[in-house]
């Protein structure tokens, strides 16, 4: 049962989401904004650059997720 949750309702509904916030970083890449390391002002960047990387560590994470054996019986 977890196994069949992970596999048909999890991971496509995150999949629609990175696809979602893939578009989002597209229609935003020429978008400036401030960028902050340690609370300062950083070298700007653009929110589609970093919604792309939010995405990108999301992908990650689905992997590893998708990958997690499930042992039960």
Do not use: I
Not at 23 to 33: E, L
Not at 46 to 52: H, I, P, S, W, Y
């Amino acid at each position: 049962m977890c196994r069949d949750a992970r596999d048909t309702v999890l991971l496509p509904r995150l999949e629609g989401l990175a696809g979602a916030l893939r578009a989002m970083a597209h229609a935003h890449a020429d978008d400036a904004m401030m960028s902050r390391t340690h609370g300062q002002p950083a070298t700007p960047t653009t929110l589609g650059k970093e919604v792309a990387v939010f995405v990108h560590r999301l992908r990650l994470a689905m992997d590893t997720f998708a990958h997690v054996p499930v042992r039960a019986r």
